[in-house]
């Protein structure tokens, strides 16, 4: 075998029948050998082949149009079977043919004008395929139906006129008809079949007939002039690829009431289109229908939706990497999955108020998307919505909001009356980089537990947030980990601030707590190690268990008169903390409130103080239980979480046994619940022996419980033997 080289040279240098067992040769080497350069080879020599051959046929038709044309015909009860051409280019149909047979001209190599009498109703299959000179045809009125690949490679028709009569036109019937410039389509067809006009390149307007209901897959495909197309306005399908590789198109028009259904990579290569009309009384917009489409999502700028649009199916504009505008249908109620994710181009988008129901990603990663208004209907169905979509500046949202995901932008808006609720779902909606303020709108009443502290760019970005006197309700986690917040004004008419609320939240330096506010949380503030200076409400009355834990850079505070109870570990680790004033005769002050405090206190606390397990909160309790076993010998001291514990409070170790413990802070006697609690958590933390501790005693069925499982019960008496 030659080299590719060597072959183009032969066949450039044999002739047209040696060129035609030359191209077999190369196919059968292509087929064998899988060579992807044989491959486009090929396809250039059967191109070259088919340009000669036609070539040729032209010179020969020009010399047989000036002999006086013989033909016979063979015709058999109405129908023309064969034709004969024997010498001349132009065939006048007998007036006694109804119909012409399936291939009937197909030796009429030469053909360049046929005439057919007024009686045909049907062209069958093949019945001029492969005439490829033949420039001109006048189809009859009488015309009912054309066959599949009637005129298939009839490469040099240049124009046909289909009458109104004709109410089918087959598959394929003008493929690869290069020369047809135009073409009427008979306004009674209702659907025109796949593959119908592919490869007509010279082909540059089409409008489709009203009756049209259905264009095939393919109908259109490769007509690399086609620059408009009008469609009808009942069309229900438009086929797969339809369009597809319709390189020249700048116009689409679409009638009023359209609803288009089904698979619709049906324009694959629009790449002039700017912009995309929707016009007003189309119902549906289906998925894929430019996201497949390689040319037009890199040139669509523009979209618009009108009234009477109702849906936006998945994907259906994914990766129209030039669109930078879309206005959508006030009637739209649905936007599909991922339906505008990846337009990297887009800067704002608003939200009809009538959308209700919205896919997980609608805009993920609209790089350049800066401004969204979003109607409350949404709120609570926003999975993902703006995933990466890092340039946002803006954000509206309209009245009466009830439900709100993680706002995290650059500046938010929020109107009247929300209520903002976080559903602890992995919700990526809103993870924006640029976010520094959140004001919160003026008739907010509550902000619920981690709607700001699950958001990752959120919590590493805002700097400032300002809650307006409508709120009176900060729940626990809030704006903990917010590692970037510096500073917070407080509603006036908050009564208190729940667990961990500021937790982490290590660049805030000063913090005042309005008068309104009579408690702190346990872990409110805990490790804001920034934070230098608290001002407390002079009407606080609790501050709960570890409120300012790793609290290392606050150096002043005072408790007013109100207080009258102080958490365990209140001010534990507040290392630059040189004193604590305690005003209050009768404030209850929790055990060791500043136990790592290196430095000694300048502690002013009433004489009547008393150390008191039994006004301790649950959290507290533990964490006095962990002390008093760690002065007793126990090491490796772990209080576990608060929550999926499975019944221990307390894991500890001593004289090479290892001990599950449950700690009950209670007013009355402890039952046999917590006996069976603790035993099998013992079993799941692996440890050897289990123990229920707490400040009272145990009723007469937890101590039969613990004889039969081993548990080991201490009550108050051994409670205050551990702390003597």
């Not at 033909?71 to 064969?82: D, M, Q, W």
């Not at 404030?587 to 008191?612: C, F, M, V, W």
Request: glycine letters at 4%; hydrophobic letters at 35%; one cysteine or more.
């Amino acid at each position: 075998m030659g080299t590719l080289s060597d072959y183009k040279k032969r066949f450039e240098q044999i002739s047209i029948p040696q060129k035609e067992k030359f191209i077999e040769k190369l196919k059968e080497i292509v087929y064998t050998k899988g060579k992807e350069e044989y491959a486009k080879f090929l396809y250039e020599c059967e191109k070259k082949y088919e340009d000669e051959v036609l070539k040729n046929l032209h010179i020969s038709s020009i010399e047989e149009s000036k002999k006086e044309s013989k033909v016979r015909f063979e015709i058999e009860e109405g129908v023309l079977k064969s034709v004969f051409l024997e010498q001349g280019t132009e065939v006048i149909i007998p007036d006694n043919v109804l119909k012409i047979g399936h291939s009937a001209f197909s030796e009429c190599v030469l053909l360049s004008n046929v005439v057919m009498p007024n009686s045909i109703t049907s062209i069958g299959t093949f019945s001029f395929s492969d005439c490829k000179v033949i420039k001109q045809i006048n189809i009859p009125d009488s015309l009912i139906e054309i066959g599949r690949y009637a005129f298939s490679e009839c490469r040099s028709l240049e124009k046909i006129s289909i009458p109104d009569s004709v109410i089918e036109i087959g598959k394929s019937a003008f493929s690869f008809c290069e020369s047809l410039e135009s073409i009427a389509l008979p306004k009674n067809i209702t659907s025109i079949e796949e593959l119908v006009f592919s490869h007509c390149n010279s082909i540059q307007n089409i409008e489709i007939p009203d009756n049209v209901i259905e264009i095939g897959k393919d109908a259109f495909s490769s007509c690399e002039s086609l620059k408009s197309i009008k469609l009808s306005k009942n069309i229900t399908s438009i086929g797969e690829s339809a369009f597809s590789y319709c390189n020249s198109i700048k116009n689409i028009e679409i009638s009023d009431y359209i609803n288009i259904t089904g698979d619709f990579e049906f324009c694959s290569d629009f790449s002039f289109i700017n912009e995309m009309v929707q016009q007003k009384k189309r119902k549906n917009v289906e998925a894929h229908l430019f996201s497949q489409n390689y040319d037009i999502k890199d040139s669509l700028k523009n979209i618009i939706l009108y009234d009477n649009v109702t849906s936006i199916d998945e994907y259906t504009f994914k990766h129209c990497n030039s669109l930078e505008s879309v206005t959508l249908s006030e009637s739209i109620t649905n936007i599909g999955k991922e339906a505008f994710s990846c337009c990297k181009s887009l800067k704002e988008i608003i939200i009809p108020n009538s959308v209700t129901n919205i896919g997980e990603g609608v805009f993920e990663w609209c790089e350049s998307l800066e401004k969204i208004v979003i109607p409350k209907n949404i709120m609570d169905k926003m999975e993902n919505l703006f995933k990466g979509c890092n340039a946002i500046k803006n954000i509206s949202v309209t009245d009466y909001i009830d439900i709100l995901h993680e706002p995290s932008i650059n500046s938010i808006k929020m109107s009247n009356y929300m209520d903002i609720v976080y559903d602890y779902k992995d919700n990526e909606s809103f993870d924006f980089e640029l976010l520094e303020e959140i004001t919160i709108p003026t008739n907010l009443k509550s902000i619920e537990a981690g709607v700001f502290s699950k958001g990752y760019y959120l919590k590493n970005a805002i700097k400032h947030i300002d809650v307006l006197d409508s709120v009176t309700n900060i729940d626990e986690n809030t704006f903990s980990y917010c590692e970037s917040l510096e500073s917070i004004t407080l509603s006036k008419n908050i009564v208190s601030i729940g667990k961990e609320t500021f937790y982490e939240c290590k660049s805030i330096k000063q913090v005042i707590i309005p008068n309104n506010i009579t408690s702190i949380d346990e872990y409110a503030f805990a490790y804001c190690t920034s934070l230098e200076s608290v001002t407390l409400s002079k009407n606080i009355t609790h501050i709960g268990f570890s409120a300012f834990l790793g609290c290392s850079s606050l150096k002043s505070i005072y408790i007013p008169d109100s207080v009258i109870n102080i958490g365990h570990c209140a001010f534990d680790d507040c290392t630059a903390l040189p004193d604590i004033t305690i005003k209050r005769i009768n404030a209850i002050i929790g055990y060791d409130i500043r136990e790592n405090n290196n430095k000694a206190p300048s502690l002013l606390k009433p004489q009547s103080s008393t150390l008191t397990y039994d006004t301790m909160n649950g959290h507290e309790f533990e964490a006095f239980c962990a002390k008093l076993l760690a002065k007793n010998g126990f090491t490796d001291i772990e209080v576990t979480k608060g929550s999926g514990d499975s019944g221990v409070d307390i894991i500890a170790s001593k004289s090479g046994l290892k001990y599950a413990i449950q700690c009950k802070r209670y007013a009355s006697n402890v039952g046999n619940t917590a006996v069976q609690e603790i035993y099998m958590g013992k079993a799941i933390y692996d440890c050897h022996q289990a123990i229920v501790l707490t400040n009272q005693y145990f009723t007469n069925a937890a101590k039969i419980a613990a004889q039969k499982t081993g548990v080991a019960l201490w009550d108050r008496d051994e409670l205050e033997r551990l702390n003597r």
